[in-house]
């Protein structure tokens, strides 16, 4: 029998809420008023150092994984019972903004600070986590803690990973270790009773359509795949044309029916070119190799399949008189979240009298590797002009709240506490 | 009157010439075979230090100018009488090879040699010269020096100029007259009796025709731009296709286009995209802003004219929904060498016993400044299958030789030495 919940149960403390996400847009911030907060860099040990402080204070237990994934454990009766998981991720994307991520974990740090401060003691621990590296933009790709705690990714290859400047995730995760050497460490992959994660859409569908809170029913299927177009260097000044096997040029043919073939499939496939790299790269030299990271999305795992198979096709075809290659990256199928969480979430939100809807994810989340697991889910709010990766990405403080209240209100059955 | 030539001043000494070029390859030396000796480099500062150290040696005397240029003098009778120069350049492109400049400057240095060893006093200084940052793949666009010494451009805008690490020309020019506080200063654009300049051809005629010497009749003319399109940044997984201003797809339609229109004129056209940037080249981020740069050359001025409005006319309309903003940089019409010069180089070769040939220029070359100053014009050996700007550009020793035998022949007038 679960006790009846009280009053200061039901709403979390909005004004410490959006000051505790404005202290962390503070780490990593960027004069155009966003934040480069990049996984497992100087900043994200700042923002670690920051959360451990206010989870000492509200009583709740730091700690680790191999994978540097961090745990902020509010103290459940039973500590072996598997534990409810609730948080997002704390890296940003170079030029991101102050919600992508960070949001989910401060909602599910001040729902737990909420019910330590009223002494619940849940069954089992309730831990607001931040995983490492959702976004990948660092060291790519992402979504590395999250991968290596569901046993998708071996922690050894994650940790050969190396940035641009040559650095490894290796290197970076035991400088992120050693910053914190009385955390006490957590075995990779512990069972988890159930894991919900709050979220900016980063899309426009809840900003046009009114609503405030996302019921999501699933993430959409997400292919990557590295090209990599060799041609031969050359003058730019003598070699003729016709002798050319210009990268650049392969490149330019190909991308431009990869935007109109595959870019141009239906309404719902996204079809992205977002990092590309020259070789030599100099003004006067005919490019002899081009390398590019493609993103392609679709919530049809059919579609999605054949989608991918029609772009190597078309790179191998147009490529001539270079030669492209297609690396497969990630391969992640669509999947659908848990129906007793989301009439969970739905039910929250129509109790706190949240305008709502049922919303597919277009972009991926570490909620995405959860699901195989244990019953997962997401609570969506909107963010202004759908705009996310961005320095003027932007939530309303009513919104922010509303889905933290929403996030507390599914966690209070795991926490023993009544929500009706 | 001339003296009539002894056989010593009819050769110079292909071993020694040969070693000088290899030990200048090897500073800046590239795993590859190439070499990497970008303009005002620590490198370039080392390519000096063994050539002042060569014309010490020699008997020439070392000196530089505002702008970076380095002077070896034959000293002549009257020091004060306007100077024959030959040269070229000791700056490399970054994955360059090991002939491409730096052949005319120690050809060059090597006839200076051999007139000094006999003791030729000239009615006037004979000068190698090495003119500063020809390749502008460092500091862009290039023939900085040349330009500064003909006042074709402003040393301070030249000064003003950023390598991508934000290192200025000013400082690197500042250390690099640091590193050699004794050398004497010439003023910019002192007046000179006319110049030449030995080069491997970095084109497939020569080695096609047989011949080992090209008698250049002039430089085909070059346009370069800068390409700037303006899109908007976006998340990859959530923004529809619809609505996105995606700058690298819209780069993707402009080239591909460019290539085919411009590209694809005429057998003489040549047409690079050589350098190209992303931003903020993301993996899951919709680019925002693509820059490039463009080499477009033709022997014709009128088409070359032409050529360069079309190209502006296609990237503003292939442009949308981005915004395309087309930057004019360099504007070199072609130009044709002096009569009396390329005859001397043909007779030179004629009684060396070479097979040569006229020939235009497809590459830009310093020599392009100086012939609007004085009679100016270029001798080209062949380089193999027309590779160059590449590490494995190579020339024949017995090319290299027969080259500076005719810049030898060709100085010999002016050295007051008959060469009949």
Same sequence: chains 1, 2.
Wanted: some cysteine.
């Amino acid at each position: 029998m679960l006790a009846p919940v009280a009053p200061g149960f039901r709403r979390i403390d909005a004004d410490r809420l959006w000051e505790r996400l404005m202290a962390l847009a503070r780490i990593g911030a960027t004069p155009g008023g966003g934040v480069n907060r990049q996984a497992l860099s100087n900043e994200e040990i700042g923002a670690w150092r920051l959360m451990i402080g206010w989870a000492e204070a509200a009583g709740l237990e730091p700690s680790t994984d191999a994978a540097g994934n961090l745990f902020l454990a509010l103290p459940g009766v039973d500590r072996d019972a598997p534990p409810m998981l609730a948080g997002s991720h704390l890296d940003s994307q170079p030029g991101g903004g102050r919600f992508d991520g960070v949001y989910g974990v401060v909602a599910a740090f001040e729902a737990l600070a909420t019910l330590s401060e009223r002494g619940v003691r849940p069954p089992q621990d309730i831990v607001c986590v931040a995983w490492m590296n959702e976004e990948g933009s660092r060291f790519a790709p992402g979504m590395m803690g999250s991968e290596a705690f569901a046993g998708v990714r071996a922690l050894e290859g994650i940790r050969a990973t190396r940035d641009a400047d040559g650095v490894s995730v290796a290197q970076s995760l035991d400088a992120l270790h050693a910053a914190f050497p009385a955390l006490r460490r957590r075995p990779l992959g512990f069972v988890i009773r159930a894991y919900v994660e709050a979220h900016i859409e980063q899309g426009p569908v809840l900003e046009a359509e009114g609503r405030t809170i996302g019921v999501v029913t699933g993430i959409q299927g997400k292919k990557t795949f590295d090209i990599a177009i060799a041609g031969a260097r050359g003058h730019a000044g003598t070699l003729d044309m016709a002798d050319r096997r210009d990268a650049l040029a392969a490149f330019a043919r190909i991308a431009a029916r990869l935007y109109e073939e595959i870019g141009g499939e239906d309404a719902l496939v996204k079809f992205t070119i977002g990092r590309l790299t020259v070789e030599p790269n100099a003004p006067s030299v005919v490019p002899e190799r081009v390398t590019v990271r493609i993103d392609l999305r679709h919530p049809d795992n059919a579609v999605l399949g054949r989608l991918g198979e029609r772009l190597t096709v078309l790179c191998h075809t147009h490529a001539a008189p270079c030669v492209a290659t297609v690396i497969p990256l990630v391969d992640a199928p669509s999947n659908g979240f848990d129906g007793e969480l989301q009439d969970a979430i739905e039910q929250a939100a129509k109790s706190l009298g949240h305008p709502h809807m049922r919303i597919l994810s277009a972009a991926g989340h570490d909620a995405r590797h959860m699901a195989p697991l244990c019953p997962s889910a997401m609570i969506f709010i909107p963010c202004r002009d759908g705009v996310s990766h961005a320095e003027h990405e932007w939530a309303e403080p009513a919104h922010v709240a509303a889905g933290t209240d929403v996030l507390l209100r599914v966690l209070l059955p795991y926490a023993g506490v009544s929500s009706t």
